[in-house]
Protein backbone atom coordinates (compact mmCIF):
# COMPACT_ATOMS: atom_id res chain seq x y z
CA UNK A 1 0.00 0.00 0.00
CA UNK A 2 3.23 2.68 0.54
CA UNK A 3 4.11 2.02 -3.32
CA UNK A 4 0.79 3.45 -4.10
CA UNK A 5 1.56 6.59 -1.43
CA UNK A 6 4.64 7.26 -3.40
CA UNK A 7 3.65 7.97 -6.39
CA UNK A 8 2.08 11.36 -4.47
CA UNK A 9 4.86 12.13 -2.54
CA UNK A 10 3.96 10.17 0.37
CA UNK A 11 7.12 8.58 1.77
CA UNK A 12 5.85 7.56 5.31
CA UNK A 13 2.48 7.48 6.95
CA UNK A 14 3.58 9.64 9.52
CA UNK A 15 1.28 9.92 12.48
CA UNK A 16 1.35 13.60 13.08
CA UNK A 17 -0.52 13.81 9.93
CA UNK A 18 -3.31 12.35 11.80
CA UNK A 19 -3.18 15.30 14.12
CA UNK A 20 -4.98 17.22 10.74
CA UNK A 21 -7.53 14.91 10.38
CA UNK A 22 -8.39 14.59 13.99
CA UNK A 23 -8.67 18.10 14.27
CA UNK A 24 -10.96 18.08 10.84
CA UNK A 25 -13.54 15.66 12.57
CA UNK A 26 -13.80 17.06 15.61
CA UNK A 27 -14.68 20.66 13.82
CA UNK A 28 -17.04 18.33 11.57
CA UNK A 29 -18.75 17.33 15.09
CA UNK A 30 -18.90 20.19 16.56
CA UNK A 31 -19.99 21.85 13.59
CA UNK A 32 -23.17 20.08 13.32
CA UNK A 33 -23.77 20.12 16.60
CA UNK A 34 -24.11 23.61 17.18
CA UNK A 35 -25.24 24.53 13.79
CA UNK A 36 -28.29 22.24 14.53
CA UNK A 37 -29.07 24.44 17.40
CA UNK A 38 -28.82 27.72 15.79
CA UNK A 39 -32.03 28.05 14.33
CA UNK A 40 -33.89 31.23 14.59
CA UNK A 41 -36.52 32.96 12.82
CA UNK A 42 -34.01 35.91 12.07
CA UNK A 43 -30.93 33.03 10.61
CA UNK A 44 -33.71 32.09 8.26
CA UNK A 45 -34.67 35.14 6.40
CA UNK A 46 -31.19 36.04 6.58
CA UNK A 47 -30.35 32.30 4.58
CA UNK A 48 -33.21 32.78 2.74
CA UNK A 49 -32.04 36.32 1.48
CA UNK A 50 -28.43 34.28 0.82
CA UNK A 51 -29.79 32.05 -1.27
CA UNK A 52 -31.74 33.99 -3.36
CA UNK A 53 -28.66 36.18 -4.09
CA UNK A 54 -27.03 33.50 -5.30
CA UNK A 55 -28.30 32.44 -7.92
CA UNK A 56 -26.87 35.96 -9.20
CA UNK A 57 -23.39 34.68 -10.28
CA UNK A 58 -20.76 36.39 -8.66
CA UNK A 59 -17.20 37.04 -10.84
CA UNK A 60 -14.72 34.10 -11.51
CA UNK A 61 -12.40 35.94 -9.33
CA UNK A 62 -14.61 36.35 -6.22
CA UNK A 63 -15.41 31.98 -6.96
CA UNK A 64 -11.81 31.46 -6.67
CA UNK A 65 -10.49 33.55 -3.81
CA UNK A 66 -13.26 31.11 -1.92
CA UNK A 67 -11.89 28.10 -2.90
CA UNK A 68 -8.22 29.17 -2.59
CA UNK A 69 -8.87 31.41 0.84
CA UNK A 70 -7.92 28.23 2.90
CA UNK A 71 -5.44 26.66 1.64
CA UNK A 72 -3.45 29.62 0.61
CA UNK A 73 -3.93 30.28 4.62
CA UNK A 74 -2.39 26.83 5.70
CA UNK A 75 0.78 27.42 2.75
CA UNK A 76 1.18 30.83 4.67
CA UNK A 77 1.29 29.15 7.90
CA UNK A 78 3.35 26.91 6.21
CA UNK A 79 6.14 28.94 5.95
CA UNK A 80 6.84 29.38 9.70
CA UNK A 81 7.74 27.25 12.82
CA UNK A 82 4.45 28.93 14.37
CA UNK A 83 2.25 26.90 11.99
CA UNK A 84 2.57 23.85 13.55
CA UNK A 85 -0.30 25.67 15.96
CA UNK A 86 -1.39 27.91 13.15
CA UNK A 87 -2.14 24.72 10.70
CA UNK A 88 -4.54 22.85 12.81
CA UNK A 89 -6.57 25.94 14.17
CA UNK A 90 -7.51 26.80 10.25
CA UNK A 91 -8.65 22.99 9.58
CA UNK A 92 -10.55 23.25 12.56
CA UNK A 93 -12.24 26.41 11.14
CA UNK A 94 -12.97 25.06 7.86
CA UNK A 95 -14.14 21.99 8.92
CA UNK A 96 -16.42 23.74 11.62
CA UNK A 97 -17.50 26.35 8.82
CA UNK A 98 -18.60 23.75 6.46
CA UNK A 99 -20.47 21.91 8.62
CA UNK A 100 -22.33 24.07 10.59
CA UNK A 101 -23.44 25.86 7.34
CA UNK A 102 -24.59 22.14 6.53
CA UNK A 103 -26.79 21.81 9.78
CA UNK A 104 -27.90 25.23 9.79
CA UNK A 105 -29.16 25.07 5.91
CA UNK A 106 -30.99 21.53 6.99
CA UNK A 107 -32.69 22.52 10.32
CA UNK A 108 -33.54 25.72 9.05
CA UNK A 109 -35.46 24.64 5.64
CA UNK A 110 -35.43 20.66 5.80
CA UNK A 111 -35.54 19.17 2.46
CA UNK A 112 -35.00 22.50 0.76
CA UNK A 113 -32.16 23.17 2.79
CA UNK A 114 -30.64 19.41 2.50
CA UNK A 115 -30.85 20.06 -1.37
CA UNK A 116 -29.34 23.84 -1.33
CA UNK A 117 -26.17 22.54 1.29
CA UNK A 118 -25.75 19.73 -1.39
CA UNK A 119 -24.94 21.88 -4.25
CA UNK A 120 -23.89 24.99 -2.71
CA UNK A 121 -21.09 23.06 -0.28
CA UNK A 122 -20.80 18.83 -0.72
CA UNK A 123 -20.02 19.08 -4.10
CA UNK A 124 -17.78 21.72 -4.45
CA UNK A 125 -16.11 20.67 -0.81
CA UNK A 126 -15.48 17.00 -2.86
CA UNK A 127 -12.37 19.03 -4.82
CA UNK A 128 -11.72 21.29 -2.08
CA UNK A 129 -11.38 19.42 1.13
CA UNK A 130 -8.97 16.95 -0.07
CA UNK A 131 -6.40 19.37 -1.80
CA UNK A 132 -7.29 21.91 1.64
CA UNK A 133 -6.18 18.27 4.05
CA UNK A 134 -3.23 17.71 1.80
CA UNK A 135 -1.70 21.10 1.28
CA UNK A 136 -2.60 21.06 5.37
CA UNK A 137 -0.20 18.30 5.89
CA UNK A 138 2.38 19.26 3.55
CA UNK A 139 2.55 22.65 5.28
CA UNK A 140 2.12 20.96 8.83
CA UNK A 141 5.25 19.07 7.47
CA UNK A 142 7.35 22.03 6.34
CA UNK A 143 6.46 23.69 9.96
CA UNK A 144 7.79 20.93 12.03
CA UNK A 145 10.71 20.79 9.62
CA UNK A 146 11.05 24.88 10.38
CA UNK A 147 10.37 24.07 14.03
CA UNK A 148 13.12 21.75 14.14
CA UNK A 149 15.37 23.67 12.51
CA UNK A 150 15.11 26.46 14.92
CA UNK A 151 14.87 24.91 18.25
CA UNK A 152 17.02 21.65 17.85
CA UNK A 153 19.46 22.54 15.51
CA UNK A 154 18.16 20.31 12.76
CA UNK A 155 19.66 20.81 8.75
CA UNK A 156 17.46 21.70 6.13
CA UNK A 157 16.23 17.98 4.37
CA UNK A 158 14.32 18.18 0.91
CA UNK A 159 12.93 15.33 1.82
CA UNK A 160 9.51 17.08 2.09
CA UNK A 161 9.36 18.64 -1.31
CA UNK A 162 5.89 16.90 -2.45
CA UNK A 163 3.92 20.07 -1.91
CA UNK A 164 5.08 21.23 -5.82
CA UNK A 165 4.27 17.67 -6.79
CA UNK A 166 0.57 17.74 -5.00
CA UNK A 167 -0.17 21.39 -6.83
CA UNK A 168 -0.48 19.59 -10.06
CA UNK A 169 -3.63 18.61 -8.49
CA UNK A 170 -4.61 21.26 -6.26
CA UNK A 171 -4.88 23.75 -8.82
CA UNK A 172 -6.64 22.34 -11.64
CA UNK A 173 -9.35 21.27 -9.07
CA UNK A 174 -9.57 24.44 -7.11
CA UNK A 175 -10.41 26.52 -10.44
CA UNK A 176 -12.48 23.12 -11.49
CA UNK A 177 -14.28 24.23 -8.00
CA UNK A 178 -14.41 27.79 -8.54
CA UNK A 179 -15.88 27.52 -12.24
CA UNK A 180 -18.72 25.16 -10.69
CA UNK A 181 -19.15 27.97 -8.02
CA UNK A 182 -19.57 30.36 -10.44
CA UNK A 183 -21.16 29.18 -14.02
CA UNK A 184 -22.57 25.82 -12.90
CA UNK A 185 -24.21 26.63 -9.54
CA UNK A 186 -26.35 29.62 -10.51
CA UNK A 187 -27.83 27.52 -13.30
CA UNK A 188 -29.05 24.40 -11.19
CA UNK A 189 -30.18 26.86 -8.25
CA UNK A 190 -32.29 28.73 -10.90
CA UNK A 191 -34.26 25.68 -11.87
CA UNK A 192 -34.49 24.28 -8.90
CA UNK A 193 -35.62 27.88 -6.84
Known sequence: MLKRFKRFGVTELDPANGLIFIVFCIGLVAGTVIGSVLTSPVLDTELAAYIENSVISDSFISSAYN???????AVLFGT????????PSA?????YSM????AVMYSSFGLEGTVCALFFIAIPSLLIIPCFLLCAIDALNSSRQLYSIRFHSAVYSRE???????MIFVIPALVLAAAYDNFLLPLVLSHIY
Open 67 to 73: AFFFILL
Open 80 to 87: SFLGIFLI
Open 99 to 102: SCSV
Open 91 to 95: VLIKA
Open 160 to 166: NQSFFRH
